[in-house]
């Protein structure tokens, strides 16, 4: 015997969990795409390549900035596509 725990709508807590973290991930990349926007690079933070010395210092990361949007989109897809997706055959 075999028991799924699932939520009220008949999605597996598992498949809940999955699409929770792929949007909290998404927002994450969506908040950091607005960051090399908004801030040139040397007012980033470390983790995200600030450059404190240099011609490029007072630029904004562009490049960076459409690559954590584009991320973003893909994650919020993949997560509809996890709501979306029936569960396995049962036996």
């Known amino acids: 015997m075999t ?3 699932s939520t009220g709508a008949g999605r597996s807590t ?4 999955a699409v929770a973290i792929l949007v ?3 927002v994450l ?4 795409g607005a960051i090399y926007f908004a801030e040139p690079a040397k007012s980033l933070p470390s ?3 600030a450059i404190t010395t240099g011609s490029r210092a007072t630029e904004h990361r562009d490049l960076r ?3 954590s ?6 994650l919020l897809v993949a997560a509809w596509f996890t ?4 569960g396995s055959a049962q036996r």
């Open 69 to 74: 949007i584009v991320v973003a989109v893909v």
């Open 14 to 17: 598992g498949k809940t969990a």
């Open 29 to 32: 990349a969506l908040v950091a």
């Open 24 to 26: 909290v991930i998404a």
């Open 65 to 67: 900035g459409w690559v």
């Open 47 to 49: 983790v995200m390549g």
């Open 83 to 86: 709501a979306r997706m029936k």
């Open 3 to 5: 028991y799924e725990s």
